[in-house]
């Protein structure tokens, strides 16, 4: 038998595949992607996807970032129906075909213009459980335990709905802050390594558009004092506004009869704010509080989309980040001063040794790193509103 020719080879295309595959791009963390074929079968019968559409995949892709949320959950990764505007909660966005639309913006596009909100606050305040309240469901661990590296930080993506029923998508960003008043040397190395990161990835998102300050009502510690300077002054050059939430409301009656009682103490530590929040950030044991909680939810969302409306801030990158790094090495020097006579203590840092971290952990060339390096050092000579909280500075709320 003589063959002539081979039938052309028509390539095949699963949805389930590429559903997948952009799982695990959104998420590299997880170890693996579930999706349910009912999910894209439901988006053919309603007229979301044609197959014979040669861009399929991309607009896959875009139905996607409508109208899901990715949820990274034990390792696995996947697709959760999102509240949308004008729509119940389980109905997908299906378009209007009479109308004459213009095309979704990329996923590039649409990444730069959610705004970033940084959550922030000292060990134990309730910022997984302030996220979880944002977001109505579980997105952080809740945990009693002290994890993570100063500055280090973990996204989570929402969407809120506001009184028009326009969905608005907010990043928010659980960062961690300072455990004690005070950084040692390698505290302050893991930092800045960490400050690294977190500055790349802001500046890849569009910059900064708010701080949410997490307190806890009981105290002003000089930690808590610290950690506001930090994230304000040192990390946001004072350029961006900050908003109390308060936590631990659930016997107070009202809630924001707690903040008429401890305003002053706020200005009396100079922690000044935009806006505030008194809030209970737990349903409790069977829902107990469920009433405050359903409240603090309406309360804070009304609060975060009040911001959606201002221009984030976004500074340059090697400005930010030697202003940063820079800064907080006064609070190293200080700390080393103070334990100068304490047997025992730790080699003062070097400006060499800081170099030798920057092209080590931070990927700078050599020469970006001594050059880095000098610019940091040169800070610690720089006037400063921002230096130590002296331990002991504490107020306690009525």
């Known amino acids: 038998m003589k063959i002539d020719r081979t039938p052309d080879v028509s390539q095949s295309f699963h949805p389930g595949d590429s559903i997948n595959q952009y799982l695990l791009q959104k998420e590299p963390r997880a170890k ?3 999706t349910h074929d009912s999910l894209w079968i439901d988006m053919l019968r309603i007229g979301l996807l044609d197959l014979a559409d040669f861009s399929l995949e991309k607009r896959l ?3 996607l970032m409508d109208n899901y949320r990715v949820i990274v959950e034990d390792g696995a990764v996947y697709l959760q129906k999102g509240a949308l505007p004008g729509s119940s909660e389980h109905d997908l966005r299906v378009p209007q075909k009479t109308l004459s639309v213009d095309p979704p913006p990329s996923y590039e596009v649409r990444r730069t213009c959610t705004p970033n909100v940084l959550i922030v606050g000292e060990t134990g305040v309730g910022k997984s459980s302030v996220i979880n309240l944002i977001a109505g469901e579980k997105l952080a661990d809740v945990s009693s335990s002290a994890t993570g590296c100063t500055l280090e930080a973990t996204t989570y993506d929402v969407v809120l709905t506001d009184r028009n029923g326009q969905g608005h998508h907010v990043r928010l960003f659980d960062t961690v802050g300072l455990k004690e008043p005070s950084l040692s040397k390698n505290d302050y190395l893991v930092a800045i390594e960490k400050a690294n990161v977190l500055i790349n990835q802001l500046l890849r998102t569009g910059g900064i558009r708010l701080i949410i300050f997490c307190i806890r009502g009981g105290r002003i510690t000089s ?3 610290s950690n506001y300077h930090l994230f304000r002054d040192i990390l946001c050059h004072n350029q961006v506004p900050v908003a109390f939430v308060i936590t631990g409301m659930e016997n107070e009656q009202p809630m924001e009869g707690w903040w008429s009682r401890n305003a002053a103490l706020f200005e009396r530590s100079n922690l000044s704010c935009t806006s505030h929040a008194c809030v209970t950030a737990t349903p409790g044991l069977r829902n107990v509080y469920a009433k405050q909680y359903q409240a603090s939810q309406i309360t804070i969302r009304s609060m975060l989309l009040d911001h959606m409306s201002r221009t ?10 030697i202003h940063l790094a820079g800064k907080l090495l006064k609070w190293v020097t200080k700390l080393k001063d103070r334990k100068r006579h304490l047997p025992g203590r730790s080699r003062a840092l070097t400006v060499d040794e800081l170099a030798r971290h920057l092209e080590d952990k931070c990927n700078f060339t050599l020469e970006e790193a001594v050059g880095l390096a000098g610019k940091i050092w040169a800070k610690r000579t720089e006037h400063s509103e921002t230096d130590l ?4 500075d504490d107020l306690d709320f009525h």
């Open 32 to 34: 693996v992607a579930v």
């Open 61 to 63: 892709q875009e139905v």
């Open 223 to 225: 930690v808590t004092q």
């Open 312 to 321: 984030s801030w976004k500074p340059e990158r090697a400005g930010w980040f």
């Open 389 to 392: 909280v002296k331990e002991g």
